[in-house]
């Protein structure tokens, strides 16, 4: 049974950074491509970044490009999100989802992925 658990969200003001941690057991991480995507009250899930299995192959939505960088440990089995220059509208909950792939493509459909987390939430106050 493969779980995947984030840690890491708080409450911080705006222009602040806090990073985000995805764990994952039951199967070894490189298995995985892995995303990160997130929900605000009220609206739909969105997608936030990708990261390929193997080769390190990265992939940003517009709105946190130059703020946000996501990197694996496959060692640790834990994949990170440093999210940087915070704003009140990145304000939701966080979740890291996994697929078993051997591809690099970047998949921006929640639909896409096979394994999610709990969700972590962050607050940005302005």
């Known amino acids: 049974q493969v779980q995947l658990v984030e840690s890491g969200g708080g409450v911080v003001q705006a222009g602040d950074s806090l990073r985000l941690a995805c764990t994952v057991s039951?199967?070894?991480?490189?298995?995985?491509?892995m995303a990160w995507f997130r929900q605000a009250p009220g609206k739909e899930r969105e997608f936030v970044t990708y990261i390929s299995r193997s080769t390190g192959f990265t992939y940003y939505t517009d709105s946190v490009k130059g703020r946000f960088t996501i990197s694996r440990d496959n060692a640790k089995n834990t994949v990170y999100l440093q999210m940087n220059s915070l704003k009140p509208e990145d304000t939701a909950v966080y979740y890291c989802a996994a697929k078993e792939t051997g591809w690099v493509v970047v998949r921006t459909r929640s639909s896409d992925y096979d394994y999610w987390g709990q969700g972590t939430q962050v607050t940005v106050s302005s």
């Open positions: 039951g199967r070894t991480l490189s298995t995985y491509a």
